[in-house]
């Protein structure tokens, strides 16, 4: 769920998974708009996807449609580099980049991403928060908190397995925050409570 501070909720952000052989296949889906007596001040469609074998992202397409405007990132490993394609052309990366897709755990470790929907490269610094309850599905889950900072602002909480429960950022001056619809297996060790 998306949820806008003024115009509360105001989209969908879905993730599903799958495996196909080794490789795990990340699917994301993104619907989102604000409207005001009718009158639609912004719209946002777009999907990711996302081809992982172990620890090493192998494939990512994403298109995206922000107030009409289409944004298509593509990215490839290539031996011992990453190629992304994106609006500023092709970049070669280590084969650690991952996306910034809070999906993902692992983007609290790096200091390297690349945006989902322009491909440019984000250099970024991570602090631990400790942990704080969020609400997930209607429960209380204690929820392990960061932020990035630099090149992307955000605040992240993931759950003891290091699930993904919910992100916030700011936009002209608005919190906006995305939250998992269902708590997921795992949250056993830090959930607060059903």
């Known amino acids: 769920m998306i949820h806008h501070e003024t115009y509360g909720d105001v989209g969908r952000h ?3 998974f799958a495996c196909d052989g080794d490789d795990l296949i990340v699917e994301t889906a993104i619907a989102g708009e604000i409207r005001i007596l009718m009158v639609p001040l912004f ?4 999907r990711y996807r996302e081809v ?7 494939a990512f397409d994403s298109r995206v449609e922000d107030n009409g405007e289409v944004y298509e990132v593509s990215a490839r490993a290539d031996r011992d ?3 992304i ?4 052309g092709r970049i070669e990366t280590p084969p ?3 996306s910034n897709h809070p999906w993902n ?3 609290v470790d790096r200091t390297l991403l690349f945006d989902t929907q322009r491909g440019r490269l984000q250099e970024v610094r991570v602090t631990g928060l400790g942990t704080e ?8 889950v204690m929820a392990r908190k960061y932020r990035i900072t630099g090149d992307l602002e955000r605040e992240l909480w993931y759950d003891a397995a290091g699930n993904w429960l919910q992100s916030r950022l700011e936009h002209d001056g608005a919190k906006i925050t995305l939250t998992r619809r269902r708590v997921p297996l795992g949250t056993g060790p830090l959930d607060a409570g059903s």
Not at 52 to 58: A, E, S
Request: aromatic letters at 2%.
């Open 52 to 58: 992982w074998r172990k620890d090493r992202l192998i």
């Open 96 to 98: 650690t980049i991952v």
């Open 43 to 46: 719209k946002r469609d777009g």
């Open 133 to 140: 309850t969020v609400a997930v599905a209607g429960r209380k």
């Open 105 to 107: 755990h692992e983007v």
């Open 85 to 88: 394609d994106g609006r500023r």
């Open 81 to 83: 580099h990453t190629v």
């Open 14 to 16: 879905a993730i599903t």
